[in-house]
């Protein structure tokens, strides 16, 4: 159990840690982004529960209304909005990278708690495929929701703008990768080894507008 539960949530933390190592923070943002993330770990159950409801009642159960809304609007959403209310609102952000790393924290709380189910139920050789697939495209939806939310915090003009991106823009990459697990079958992989490198690229290339940015 415990060699199941490591490996379930080691992949999470060790992205967490190279996007929060990158800039020293003080005490009190140290404790947000554990907050953030424990949200992330606790945010998991309800979305399933509702997840659960509609495919029990047999709704949007077609590939793209699976894969946009099911999966990618439900949990996209539900992180965004705790992020939105936990650091935009409440939250200490002094520059556009500290919304990277709340976003990243969440993100991965939530995907780590959701492997620790899945490798439960599927087993520990599911461990590498799921630490390079899902596990990093969820801290990479948060890299991407986190920079504009940062941008939305930090920047006075075009608010909403950066605010409703932060949402569209992780939904619509969460659904595409979904839509491809959906199309694809068995050979999902001709299809996912592009979109992540191009969502690693997307991802790091936000980083790095936002150190530009802040300096």
Same mark, same amino acid.
């Given at each position: 159990?415990?060699?199941?539960?490591?490996?379930?949530?080691?992949?999470?933390?060790?992205?967490?840690?190279?996007?929060?190592?990158?800039?020293?923070?003080?005490?009190?943002?140290?404790?947000?982004?554990?907050?953030?993330?424990?949200?992330?770990?606790?945010?998991?159950?309800?979305?399933?529960?509702?997840?659960?409801?509609?495919?029990?009642?047999?709704?949007?159960?077609?590939?793209?209304?699976?894969?946009?809304?099911?999966?990618?609007?439900?949990?996209?959403?539900?992180?965004?909005?705790?992020?939105?209310?936990?650091?935009?609102?409440?939250?200490?952000?002094?520059?556009?990278?500290?919304?990277?790393?709340?976003?990243?924290?969440?993100?991965? %709380?939530? #995907?780590? =708690? +959701? $492997?620790?189910?899945?490798?439960?139920?599927?087993? !520990?050789?599911?461990?590498?495929?799921?630490? /390079?697939?899902?596990?990093?495209?969820?801290?990479?939806?948060?890299?991407?929701?986190?920079?504009?939310? %940062?941008? #939305?915090? =930090? +920047? $006075?003009?075009?608010?909403?703008?950066?605010?409703? !991106?932060?949402?569209?823009?992780?939904?619509? /990459?969460?659904?595409?990768?979904?839509?491809?697990?959906?199309?694809?079958?068995?050979?999902?992989?001709? %299809?996912?080894?592009?979109?992540?490198?191009?969502?690693?690229?997307?991802?790091?290339?936000?980083?790095?507008?936002?150190?530009?940015?802040?300096?």
């Amino acid at each position: 159990m415990f060699a199941l539960l490591t490996a379930a949530i080691a992949p999470g933390m060790a992205l967490l840690s190279y996007f929060y190592l990158r800039n020293e923070y003080e005490s009190t943002v140290n404790a947000l982004v554990f907050r953030t993330f424990i949200i992330g770990l606790i945010l998991v159950f309800p979305v399933m529960v509702l997840q659960y409801a509609f495919t029990a009642e047999g709704l949007l159960q077609a590939g793209l209304s699976q894969a946009f809304i099911l999966y990618g609007f439900f949990e996209e959403f539900f992180k965004w909005f705790m992020l939105y209310f936990f650091a935009y609102q409440y939250g200490q952000m002094k520059r556009r990278y500290d919304g990277i790393v709340y976003g990243v924290s969440l993100s991965l %709380g939530f #995907a780590s =708690m +959701e $492997n620790v189910f899945y490798i439960l139920a599927h087993g !520990l050789e599911t461990a590498v495929g799921r630490a /390079l697939l899902p596990v990093s495209s969820h801290a990479l939806y948060g890299v991407i929701m986190g920079y504009y939310i %940062g941008r #939305a915090k =930090m +920047e $006075n003009t075009k608010r909403k703008q950066f605010l409703l !991106l932060s949402l569209l823009i992780p939904v619509l /990459l969460h659904g595409v990768y979904d839509f491809i697990l959906l199309t694809f079958d068995m050979y999902f992989l001709i %299809g996912l080894v592009p979109f992540m490198v191009g969502l690693w690229i997307l991802a790091l290339n936000k980083v790095k507008w936002a150190n530009k940015l802040d300096h």
